[in-house]
């Protein structure tokens, strides 16, 4: 049963188990004991950190284990903000980041918009350090559409400028290094085949921090809590396994991962993949279908034994859709994140593009698709389509269906309170050579307006 | 080789070892996602807060899992003050707490005093919880000396003083829940046999409560980050797992540490058994050796095979006694806690009481140790030592060298600017039947000077 999203959980890599089982005999007890049972467990966390330190390219004494990838974010941040406070508070993220980077910098922190690809616009990063910038955070690429980001050159940014640039390498610590120049780097252990319970915080020897929360002296006093020590022993392990295959799993995947944007535009009708297509993850590639419904689409995947994410308002909890491709201005509805794990093979991925474009036309019949714009332009210059109340992709469902009802030159309004109308009224018209005129506010929701041009 | 320090972390308990092989392979992914593997993954998930919970005795949706026993302590603290920002900051906590209760209570906090048992003066604590109190903490049992609180006398003046109560149940959680009354607990999975990286936190449905730190979907927002599934699932299980143990389990080691209270004296001269001798854990006795240097005496035991724990200054970081010990004005040199993890046979403990005479009195040889007062009272009727810069237990064993040298009635005074002094001199003239005049700071330390009286 193939798991293609690894970019949530990679399941356990065989090295994490053989080293989690080892040090469940071994490493159970408080490293800062004086007897045998402390001494071993200080030994294996010594050596962890060791390992772990090498993968990410730092100082052992640089990097401590935190619960978690996200609380190294919330510390990191935490941290390096107390440590610059006499600079200011201001923090600067790119619009992709994490939603824990996110929220860790706060509603005020300056937003840094992305370009169609996802990748950071370098000019405005750079503009935005100016000031009393506190911190920068950039992620090394990102979690939902696999896009690198410009790390090496924002590093260089944030040098000339003064300001720390935190890194978080979560997505992509597993394939390599990140590239020189980073203050603080976060990562999470169970993205690269490392057991839960384990992130990584890495401050350089120099950069002020101040740890924040209650005093605890674990972790050099940047990460409280009895450490977990098996499973930190199990991240490390895992870590080093999967960087000895990285390079050849790489290769290897990235050629799936172009397979699979290769074809599943030829196969399914108005796709759009989305990402870059070069500068990217090796094992994530992203699409977006026009006409479907998020959620079926998984649960009809999940039905053929395909197990992906998606990024569609209908499958989060919030009914707005994901705050990345809303940053990247793309499509959103039937939206499908594929991250393929260590080892997938070639007829898995085969395997899902046989079966995708039966699901997906499946959903679009059940949604009463229309096929093609339609001739009869015989009907008024402008329509307008009540859709309130009405949840993605229903609304550009609606907008499909009368489009050809207005003649060459005539407009179709369409009502909607859904957040996702926003980004896939536009998307569609992209999509379609249609124009989009704009939006206008509503009482309840907007009213999206697009001009009938083929 | 007999582990005697389950009170820092215990063993893995065999049925957590089984439970997390298994969680491994059925609950490595996000619990948060629709496919297969995240519906096992949320079904473990959700049996794991239902098992736990019942031991707790709250419901379900009361419990979340952390990502250990200090971060539950931090989250609730900070929570709870943040429900009741409009009613104080103020917070009421007993003398004896673990120190992760006493940092996120801060240094504003009303530290109530204990008894020499260790257990809280309860008049005190509940004439504390007068005026702008938000939030009280009291541990169920105390750590490093077994003693039991009144929790459900603390529970009813603070439900009459209408002041939240936090219950520290780390050591005690194992063997039983808490009494009633509580509005927080905090729990943590490695002291009852449980996996490092798991803590529980429980809230009363009622209790106001905001958590802090920045925004996360998990865990009802109480707890962020990943959640470390397997650790979870093998700390529920091992909690019902010693619950199910835990009436006769108690019963036989409260035997064996009855052994130890009462042999321990008798086998070596001059020691203190502290902590309440029958409201206590079932497996946990501390004492304390007069003219033993702590570390010493820890690595020879460990020579011999015993592992342990010590609360004197010699065996800590910082060169202070342990706050607990300090706290109870107890005798802090020559410190040994052993707290007895399930299974632990009598012949284990009998060994341990073989071998530590001799382990004491070697060391007692070795810093020349004075046997008796000696009789000759012929010296002047004040003398004064000097023993600055040197560390527990050598100012009281240089005491106790020259008292015989004084006439009856005669004083010594001992220079020390060692922080055990502090404890350690009245201490001994408890012990000895020796009149502790009184400490005077000095440029460097103090002055603490003893009436002979025998």
């Known amino acids: 049963m193939p798991y293609f999203d690894a970019a949530s959980s990679a399941p356990l890599h065989p090295m994490a188990r053989a080293a989690l089982q080892a040090a469940l005999d071994e490493g159970w007890a408080d490293p800062a004991r004086l007897y045998r049972e402390g001494r071993r467990a200080r030994m294996l966390l010594d050596a962890a950190r060791e390992t772990a330190a090498e993968a990410v390219g730092c100082r052992p004494d640089e990097l401590v284990f935190t619960a978690s990838g996200t609380h190294a974010v919330h510390q990191g941040i935490a941290g390096a903000l107390a440590g610059r406070r006499r600079v200011g508070r201001r923090v600067v993220v790119s619009a992709v980041e994490h939603s824990s980077v996110l929220h860790a ?68 610590l597993g394939w390599g290094p990140v590239a020189d120049g980073w203050s603080l780097l976060t990562a999470s252990a169970h993205k690269w085949g490392g057991p839960a319970g384990v992130g990584l915080l890495a401050v350089r020897k120099g950069v002020r921090f101040a740890p924040q929360g209650p005093a605890d002296e674990r972790e050099s006093g940047r990460s409280p809590g009895f450490p ?52 990217r993850l090796p094992h994530l590639v992203t699409f977006s279908c026009l006409y479907v419904d998020g959620e079926t689409l998984l649960s009809e995947l999940d039905r053929e034994g395909f197990s992906v994410s998606s990024g569609s308002s209908c499958t989060s909890s919030t009914l707005t859709p994901s705050h990345v491709l809303r940053a990247m201005g793309v499509l959103s509805e039937g939206n499908v994140r594929v991250s393929l794990p260590y080892g997938t093979s070639a007829q898995e991925v085969d395997r899902f593009l046989a079966v995708l474009p039966g699901v997906v036309s499946s959903v679009r019949e059940r949604l009463g698709v229309p096929v093609g714009t339609g001739a009869d332009a015989a009907g008024p210059a402008a329509l307008v389509v009540d859709a309130l109340g009405k949840r993605c992709p229903i609304p550009v469902i609606e907008l499909a269906k009368v489009i050809g009802r207005v003649p060459v030159g005539g407009t179709v309004t369409v009502l909607s309170d859904d957040e996702a109308a926003r980004l896939d009224i536009p998307a569609w018209c992209g999509m379609r050579e249609q124009e989009y005129v704009g939006a206008e506010p509503r009482e309840r929701g907007a009213a999206y307006t697009v001009r009938r041009l083929v």
């Open 105 to 172: 910098a706060g509603e005020d922190a300056a937003v840094v918009p992305v370009e169609r690809s996802g990748r950071v616009e370098l000019a405005a990063f750079t503009a935005a350090l100016a000031g009393d910038t506190a911190l920068a955070c950039l992620q090394s690429a990102n979690h939902e559409v696999g896009t690198e980001q410009p790390v090496a050159e924002a590093a260089e940014a944030c040098r000339a400028a003064g300001v720390p640039l935190l890194v978080d390498a979560a997505q992509s």
């Open 228 to 279: 977990n020590l098996p499973a930190i022993v199990a991240a490390a392990a895992s870590l080093r396994a999967v960087r000895a295959e990285a390079a050849a799993e790489a290769a290897r995947l990235s050629a799936l991962v172009d397979r699979i944007r290769a074809r599943v535009p030829e196969l399914v009708p108005d796709t759009e993949v989305v990402g870059d297509p070069v500068r």
